[in-house]
Nanobody, 122 residues
Framework: QLQLVESGGGLVQPGGSLTLSCTAS????????IGWFRQAPGKEREGVSCISNDGGYADYTDSVKGRFTISRDNAKNTVSLQMNSLKPEDTAVYYC???????????????WGQGTQVTVSS
């Protein structure tokens, strides 16, 4: 059974940093593109970043470009999202998902984690 588990969320002050991890079990991650998504209360889920199965291509939504960095270590079956210069508007539940295509379109991802809460507040 495909399973993804996110970790690394928490409470951080504006301007701070967090690193989220997405770890896979039950399958080999290196054949899948991975996307990070987030959903804030009362808002729709939005794509944050994505990375190709070999790590050779990555993309970001405009609001996080220059602040977030996605990376993957296929040997460890893990994808990370380094988040710097965090803003209150980054507050959301963050999800990782695995799919066949590198994209930030959520419907194209078939396997999802349970999410991890990120709260940016002073």
């Amino acid at each position: 059974q495909l399973q993804l588990v996110e970790s690394g969320g928490g409470l951080v002050q504006p301007g701070g940093s967090l690193t989220l991890s997405c770890t896979a079990s039950g399958f080999t991650l290196d054949i899948y593109a991975i996307g990070w998504f987030r959903q804030a209360p009362g808002k729709e889920r939005e794509g944050v970043s994505c990375i190709s199965n070999d790590g050779g291509y990555a993309d970001y939504t405009d609001s996080v470009k220059g602040r977030f960095t996605i990376s993957r270590d296929n040997a460890k079956n893990t994808v990370s999202l380094q988040m710097n210069s965090l803003k209150p508007e980054d507050t959301a539940v963050y999800y990782c998902a695995a799919g066949p295509i590198v994209t930030m379109l959520a419907p194209l991802f078939g396997s999802w984690g349970q999410g991890t809460q990120v709260t940016v507040s002073s």
